[in-house]
């Protein structure tokens, strides 16, 4: 059985790691599995569920190549989506993980496996977790039964609950380097999107994992979605924005589009870079860094950091379900402040 983990060799190591814990017979109730946004932390959670419910789990570990054999009841029923002991929790309708949802999880956890030997819960996005949620989650991390694997999903630099990671053993998951990560995603990208395979295709596909980070699967959605055009629209409203160019509201308006989550996510890479720059280091976005440059040349490196902790703290406020406009406001003032005649008039 062929499996996602396959196909990306940088989570090789973590799985490796998994098929040594079985065969020591170490496998951990809960594992958290931590990464960047789109470096495959739900591949690897999907593939880790796929082998525990295996019928034949035993040669599986005993094998090479330590993957599900494809063949018994199990494999058929993941195959097609729908074996009952794998259970999937993520936000809905929200963007956070409610109390209800996990007391429906605990629920699951403590019943009896409909088909397989094991139940597997899979969290996704941990660190989104309301306060109730994340305690009724640890009193069935504090008493779990014995045929229940949870997998908690987290992305890096979401923080949850102390109590909730003591009680796992941490997946770290790394980002591949560029060529890996080149190469996954060519294998990848829809024949569609593929256009006529010219040089132009390549600039494209090396955008838009630079813009990812290197995480190939958001570098994926980035080319299928509309986030690079949205992007560069909420770019070039940002240059003219810090140049007194354009209004507040009318700067704004490309983030909002980009919604709470992506504008953020755009705005913690542009201070992750001005902050890169203050130090002398290249920055991850090229298209950007004529601004940050200029910026970084007149404030202190501290700045930037003001700015990812303004980030941290409108992601935080998202749980209240804040207006993405009034944030993009509130931040682009905050990056205006950096512009050196701005500061002068204060």
């Known amino acids: 059985m062929i499996t996602a983990i396959d196909s990306m060799p940088w989570l090789h190591t973590a799985w490796n790691q998994l098929i040594n814990n079985l065969r020591n017979d170490r496998l951990p109730h809960a594992l958290l599995v931590a990464g960047e946004r789109g470096v495959g932390k739900g591949d690897y959670a999907e593939a880790v569920a796929a082998l525990l419910v295996c ?17 018994c009841k199990q494999c058929e029923l993941v195959a097609a989506g729908s074996h009952p002991d794998i259970r999937r929790y993520a936000p809905e309708k929200s963007r956070m ?12 956890a403590v019943a009896s496996p409909q088909v397989s030997h094991r139940k597997i819960v899979i969290v996704n996005r941990s660190d989104q977790l309301n306060i109730n949620a994340a305690n009724a989650l640890l009193k069935t991390l504090e008493e779990p039964s014995d045929d229940v694997t949870l997998l908690l999903l987290q992305e890096t630099g979401r923080p949850i609950l102390p109590t909730l990671r003591s009680r ?25 999107n593929s256009g006529q395979g010219g040089a132009m295709d390549q600039e ?15 570098a994926l959605d980035y080319l299928t979605g509309d986030f690079i055009q949205q ?16 209004s507040l509201p009318e700067a704004a308006k490309p983030l909002k589009t980009l919604g709470l ?26 298209e950007a860094a004529e601004m940050l440059r200029y910026l970084a040349k007149h404030n202190p490196p501290w700045r930037a950091h003001e700015l990812l902790s303004s ?25 205006q402040a950096l512009m050196p005649r701005r500061r002068r008039r204060a």
């Open 97 to 108: 993980i409610k109390v209800d949802q996990v007391r429906a999880l605990s629920a699951f």
């Open 168 to 192: 796992c053993q941490t997946v770290t998951l790394p980002t591949p380097d560029f060529a890996t990560g080149l190469t996954w995603l060519q294998q990848h990208i829809p024949e569609g």
């Open 261 to 286: 989550d992506g504008s953020l996510l755009l705005m913690e890479k542009w201070a992750a870079d001005l902050a890169r720059l203050g130090v002398g280091a290249d920055p991850a976005d090229p």
């Open 311 to 335: 980030v941290r703290e409108s992601r935080a406020a998202g749980i209240n379900n804040v207006s993405p406009e009034l944030e993009a406001e509130r931040l682009l003032m905050q990056w």
């Open 55 to 71: 019928d034949r789990l035993a040669s599986a570990i005993a094998d090479s190549r330590s993957a599900p054999c494809g063949q």
């Open 231 to 246: 992007r560069q629209t909420a770019l070039d409203a940002f240059r003219r924005f810090m140049k007194n160019e354009l």
């Open 204 to 218: 494209h596909l090396v955008q838009a994992l630079r813009l990812a980070g290197l995480a190939p699967r958001l």
